[in-house]
């Protein structure tokens, strides 16, 4: 069913006067912001964080990290705008995407890396040493 179909149909359902918004409208993409998938994975003494990010460039990538969480900020640009109405179909996402993963477990930010290769995102993150539990032993006076 072609979009002005489907928005033929709505407004018959809705009602002439309702305002349908199709998908494909600016104003529900403007401030609209992508969330990045990943896939997180721990070894004994490290946390692995991976993310697809083809097409985007390093200069475009933003990583931050604290003891207890990974923000990925980046943008993902078209190299050549076209025009909506000639996309069959537009299932990929451009622009601005960023995500937040908290972290299980304190890490080392100093020694942590980010490595891109082959349009996917590494980074690795040494844990930090796990506090150990003292046993006080009581005195008496």
């Known amino acids: 069913m072609a ?7 709505a407004k018959k359902l809705l ?18 912001e992508g969330q ?12 692995v964080i991976k993310a697809p990010i083809a097409g ?3 200069e475009d990538l933003e990583v931050t990290v604290s003891d207890d ?6 943008e993902r640009k078209e ?20 995500r937040t993963y908290i972290l299980p477990t304190p890490v080392i930010t100093e020694k942590a890396q980010a490595t891109l290769k082959d349009g996917i995102l590494t980074i690795t993150l040494p ?5 150990k ?7 008496t006076d």
């Open 56 to 58: 985007v460039k390093p």
């Open 36 to 47: 990045l998938a990943i896939d997180v994975y721990q070894t004994d003494d490290k946390i």
């Open 79 to 98: 190299e050549k705008k076209v025009e909506k109405e000639n996309y069959l179909v537009q299932e990929c996402y451009w622009g601005a995407f960023s």
């Open 133 to 139: 539990t003292k046993v006080l032993k009581i005195k």
């Open 15 to 32: 009602g002439e006067d309702e305002e349908i918004l199709e998908p494909d409208q600016e104003e529900w993409t403007e401030s609209y």
């Open 69 to 74: 969480a990974v923000t990925i900020k980046g």
């Open 127 to 131: 844990k930090a040493e796990k506090t």
């Open 3 to 9: 979009k002005s179909s489907i928005a033929k149909f």
